[in-house]
C-alpha cells in the first residue's frame, strides 16, 4: 500500500474517532446486543431497527481503543439501510480486510483497517463492533462477546 494511501486511510480512523456516527443508544431499537473485548478492554452495544429484513435505524455506544470505537462508528454508516443478506456480505469482506490486509481494488473506507492485520491482537478491537451487530440481527443478544466468536 502507497505512503499516500496508508495516510489517507489513517484519516478515515482518526476522523471516525474523533467524529463517531450514530453514537447514543436508540430509543426505537427493536434489537441490542453487546460485545465486549476483554482483551484490550473494549466494549460495544449496538441498537438497531430492523424493519422486515432492512436495517433502517443502527446506533452504537461503547468506550475502548480507537480502532474499536472507530470500527464501530463505519460499521454504522456501513449498515444502516441493508439488508441483513447485505450486512452478512459486508462484514465478511471487513473481516477479510483485516485478517489478510487485502484491501479491495476500489478505495473504501472498509479498507482504513486493513493496516490492522499486522497486529492480530487488534482484530478482535476492529470486529467488535460488527460482531455485535450481526448477534443484534440474529436476535441473540445473549452473546456477543468476541472472545468466544469463531473467527
Ligand atoms: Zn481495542
Excluded at 454504522?76 to 459486508?90: E, N, R, S
Excluded at 467488535?128 to 440474529?138: Q, R, T, V
Aim: glycine share 8%.
Amino acid at each position: 500500500m502507497s505512503a499516500d494511501l496508508t495516510e489517507l486511510y489513517q484519516q478515515v480512523i482518526l476522523d471516525h474517532n474523533r467524529r463517531p456516527r450514530n453514537r447514543g443508544k436508540l430509543p426505537t431499537a427493536n434489537r441490542v446486543a453487546h460485545g465486549d473485548n476483554p482483551s484490550c478492554g473494549d466494549q460495544c452495544s449496538v441498537y438497531l431497527r430492523l424493519d422486515g429484513d432492512r436495517i433502517a435505524e443502527i446506533t452504537f455506544d461503547g468506550s475502548g481503543c480507537a480502532i474499536s470505537q472507530a470500527s464501530a462508528s463505519l460499521m454504522t454508516t456501513q449498515l444502516k439501510g441493508k439488508t441483513t443478506a447485505d450486512a452478512q456480505k459486508l462484514y465478511d469482506e471487513f473481516h477479510t480486510i483485516v485478517t489478510t490486509g487485502q484491501a479491495p481494488e476500489e478505495i473504501s473506507d472498509l479498507g482504513a483497517f486493513a493496516g490492522v492485520h499486522a497486529f492480530p491482537a487488534r482484530i478482535k478491537c476492529a470486529t467488535l463492533g460488527w460482531h455485535a451487530a450481526l448477534n443484534a440481527i440474529k436476535g441473540d443478544p445473549a452473546d456477543a462477546t468476541t472472545e468466544t466468536h469463531k473467527d
